[in-house]
């Protein structure tokens, strides 16, 4: 009974931070705004304190670091964007180390080891990511690609092959770390959710903001996910937006393809989308933000299909 009361107070507020307009709330949400309201500006007090102690103590890693996060919770992509570059460089030849929390009982590390399997992708779970990663970089050894000699770079993938190297770590990735400060990184990418955005523009937990969206300001690169269920015009304008608070910004847009199913008993057994075509299919989501999901599940138009979120 306590779950189930936790369960629809958390879908009740989900929905006051994606509401843009709360003066249209009905009146028991109306009513939790002044106590939601209240526990942002704590929030927002304790982020300031935990930003400055952390950036007075910044770690720098001997070789690059890329960070993939995003300013709000769930569904932004961040985690397929951190396979989609461990990959990238695993298969040039430079071993990833993927950081992570771990947080959430770990699924998603779990399911970006098995997607990575049979790379030369690492993986280290922790919250004090500088220990965990200072810990694998002195276990496996590094090969910094900064000074690397562009014939050697050119070589990297034969001697992934063929010799020990393919062992040393050659690039850090940290998954959902924009708030990490205390972690050096070359490359901040930030993801936002083309669909929901930034909900209500409000901090958590009256709005879905993990910091004040100023904080575009750090990114490098911007990736707008699930562009392809929007249209054109919205698109133009989270690009004004975005590059009203950092005009040189580069962006990118990315969408998500169901490309197969695999069996719950046995994750290799790949199985195409057409074998449901005449199925019974019950889709469950626990992300963050579910919209996204629904969305694709609808446009595949599958006759018998129930969804739960």
Request: charged share 20%.
């Amino acid at each position: 009974m306590k779950v189930e009361s936790m369960e629809k107070l958390r879908k009740v507020v989900n929905e006051i931070a994606y509401k843009k307009n709360l003066s249209k709330l009905s009146p028991l949400r109306f009513s939790l705004l002044p106590f939601l309201s209240v526990s942002s500006s704590f929030y927002k007090l304790a982020l300031s304190i935990r930003r400055r102690f952390f950036l007075s103590q910044v770690h720098r890693l001997p070789l690059p670091v890329i960070s993939v996060g995003n300013l709000t919770w769930g569904g932004n992509g961040k985690t397929p964007m951190v396979e989609f570059i461990a990959a990238f460089f695993a298969r040039s030849g430079i071993s990833p180390l993927v950081l992570s929390r771990g947080y959430g009982g770990g699924d998603e590390v779990n399911m970006l080891q098995r997607h990575l399997l049979g790379t030369s992708t690492k993986f280290g779970v922790g919250a004090k990511r500088a220990v965990v990663a200072s810990h694998l970089i002195q276990k496996y050894g590094y090969i910094d690609i900064r000074k690397t000699s562009l014939y050697e770079k050119q070589n990297l993938n034969w001697k992934a092959h063929n010799s020990l190297d393919s062992e040393k770590i050659g690039i850090v990735v940290l998954d959902d770390a924009m708030q990490h400060w205390s972690l050096w990184r070359d490359l901040d990418i930030v993801m936002v959710n083309g669909l929901t955005l930034w909900g209500n523009g409000r901090l958590l937990p009256l709005g879905p903001l993990r910091e004040p969206l100023t904080a575009l300001r750090r990114a490098n690169v911007v990736v707008i996910h699930h562009s392809d269920l929007v249209s054109d015009r919205v698109l133009e304008d989270i690009e004004s937006m975005v590059q009203g608070i950092k005009k040189s910004v580069p962006i990118f847009f990315t969408k998500m393809d169901p490309t197969y199913l695999f069996e719950v008993g046995n994750i290799n057994a790949k199985i195409l989308l057409t074998a449901l075509h005449e199925a019974t299919i019950l889709c469950v989501s626990a992300i963050g933000s579910p919209e996204p999901f629904v969305k694709r599940v609808q446009e595949c138009r599958w006759e018998h299909c129930m969804l739960i979120e």
